[in-house]
């Protein structure tokens, strides 16, 4: 059996509610220790970087939910873990008003909390989807759940903004306790029974994780397919700590500018995520691989739009370029994750978590690297040259990297992929 469309829909829920827990850290606590607390910026960089980096255990969450043969309980428990780890976070705030070394032990275990939390929840969802979704509906599932995720992200931070202003320690406790016991309840609302109808009762899976997943990366799609992730990933995130600096700098852009400009650039990922959603699954229009590919080229070619329109500095047309940045960004991300639902089943049975959690984790670590070194990039060129320059090279360079993303796809996804399962190592 496979999901329905409303299945389909409660599963998005959980998405939604793990986008709206981790806003919190990324925007509402980033902001109260920059503004409020007159910290350095790179105190919440470096707490956010050490979350990513603590995802790095996705493929332990993927195995453990396949060995046992019960996801719902790892979505659930990533979820109540990830609540756990925001709620603390926003402690750790209040902590570092009176005592920074406490307030900073506080931060990182809730930090680090935050990163089991998301890569337990996060995976376990992502297998379960992969493994009851029909494959005419893969493109479509991808499309809704991560609309529903963008959607709680975009209606938390307005909504937790509006509340917290004006801004109170109390407020703020009582607020991040509302958003995250509401994210648990309805985690739990959206994923009570869905599994039980759907997948017959499996014996637990005795093989050990490091041989569950060594057997994984001897499956050769699976290893091409981690290098993809983290290659075009990495094009994927290098522009994002470095496009607002660059419109504010050669553009002029105000601070309230660039802010519109990063929003136009999330409308336009919405777009194109919608885009392959009605194409792909509503209108039966291209392959999988086809959008992957036509992404990585679009995204590659308004890269190198915004970098030509450096030269010319303000007045330059940048916001309609960077929307287009956001529909081919779109378009290749939702394709992507369609991509990985379909060959997460290709293989050897019952490692449908780990191939997920190993791909999620390959993703995690080119957030992390793909914006410290786009950042560290600029930083090191702005030396000697301009700094449409320098910006420009980095962009060139991205392009660069959609490019041999696109090569690669061409090659791993080679034809549309076949219902068979392949053989381990082929």
């Known amino acids: 059996m496979t999901l329905s469309w409303f299945q389909i829909v409660r599963l998005g829920l959980v998405q939604m509610a793990l ?11 980033n902001r109260l220790m920059v503004v409020e607390l007159s910290l350095p910026a790179v105190l919440p960089g470096l707490l956010v970087a050490l979350h990513y980096g603590i995802q790095m255990t996705r493929p332990h969450w993927g195995f453990a939910s396949d060995a046992g043969g019960h996801r719902t309980r790892w979505i659930i428990g990533g979820m109540a873990v990830l609540a756990a780890g925001a709620l603390m976070a926003a402690f750790g705030v209040l902590a ?22 998301v890569g ?44 917290i202003d004006p801004y109170t320690p109390q407020l703020l406790i009582k607020v991040v306790s509302v958003v995250v016991i509401g994210a648990v309840v309805v985690t739990i609302i959206a994923v009570w029974g869905v599994e039980r109808h759907l997948i017959a009762v499996r014996e637990p899976d005795a093989t050990p ?40 700098l050669v553009f002029g852009y105000t601070p309230g500018q660039s802010t519109s400009l990063s929003g136009a650039q999330n409308g336009g990922v919405f777009v194109g995520m919608l885009t392959v959603g009605i194409m792909a699954t509503g209108l039966k229009i291209g ?14 070619g308004a890269l190198a739009m915004i970098t030509f329109l450096g030269p010319i500095g303000p007045g330059a047309p940048l916001m309609p370029a960077v929307v287009v940045l956001g529909f081919f960004n779109g378009m290749f991300a939702v394709a992507a994750i369609g991509a990985m639902m379909a060959l997460a089943g290709q293989g050897r049975s019952q490692r449908e978590g780990t191939r997920m959690g190993l791909w999620g984790a390959a993703q995690a670590v080119a957030a992390g690297f793909g914006g410290l ?46 219902s068979a399962t392949l053989v381990p190592g082929e």
């Open 287 to 300: 392959a999988l691989r086809n959008w992957v590919m036509a992404g990585c080229v679009g995204s590659a």
């Open 373 to 418: 070194a786009g950042a560290a990039m600029v930083d090191i060129l702005r030396l000697t040259l301009t700094d449409a320059q320098a910006f420009g090279s980095v962009f060139i360079f991205e392009a660069a990297l959609f490019i041999a993303a696109t090569a690669m796809a061409a090659k791993i996804m080679d034809r549309p992929l076949p």
């Open 209 to 248: 994780f490091r041989q569950g997943l060594t057997e994984v990366w001897q499956e050769r799609k699976a290893r091409n397919f981690t290098l993809f992730v983290f290659l075009s990933m990495t094009a994927y995130f290098m522009q994002e700590l470095i496009l607002e600096p660059y419109a504010g």
């Open 19 to 29: 986008g709206a827990i981790v806003v919190l850290t990324t925007s509402t606590l």
């Open 96 to 117: 570092l008003e009176t005592s920074f070394a406490t307030g900073m032990l506080i931060s990182i275990v809730a930090y680090a909390l935050i990163g089991l939390g």
């Open 120 to 163: 337990a929840s996060g995976t376990s969802l992502l297998a379960l989807l992969a493994t009851t979704t029909a494959p005419h509906r893969r493109a479509a599932a991808a499309t809704i759940t991560w609309l529903m995720m963008i959607f709680g992200i975009a209606v938390t931070a307005g909504v937790v903004g509006a509340l």
